[in-house]
Nanobody, 117 residues
Framework: VQLVEAGGGLVQPGGSLRLSCAAS????????MTWVRQAAGKGLEGVSS????????FYTDSVKGRFTISRDNAKTTVYLQMNSLKSEDKALYYC???????????WGQGTQVTVSS
């Protein structure tokens, strides 16, 4: 199993980034996918999740209206569009299979998002 995140970087407050997570080695189209982040000195936080079919999504309250999760099952890739970024969004962002309630099975290596002027 491999999950490879990309798209992180340094952005000014109010800016946008699009994260991607390329998956391989498992049946992506049958897997719920979740973006999880960890800010320095803090615990893991489930940011957004999407069911295997894409019919249902979850967003943590702090990102609602700003972040959008999507997936392309043909490309076995999940995305996180992040708009109106704030300093508190600074974190290491991971994609993972599964969900917070059911448990995460596999993780990527993470991509760093830094929001600073």
């Amino acid at each position: 199993v491999q999950l490879v995140e990309a798209g992180g970087g340094l952005v000014q407050p109010g800016g946008s980034l699009r994260l991607s997570c390329a998956a391989s080695g498992f049946t992506f189209s049958s897997s719920q996918m979740t973006w999880v982040r960890q800010a320095a000195g803090k615990g893991l936080e489930g940011v957004s999740s999407m069911t295997s079919s894409g019919s249902s999504t979850f967003y943590t309250d702090s990102v609602k209206g700003r972040f959008t999760i999507s997936r392309d099952n043909a490309k076995t890739t999940v995305y996180l569009q992040m708009n109106s970024l704030k300093s508190e969004d600074k974190a290491l962002y991971y994609c993972a299979t599964g969900s917070g309630s059911a448990g995460y099975n596999y993780w990527g290596q993470g991509t760093q998002v830094t929001v600073s002027s």
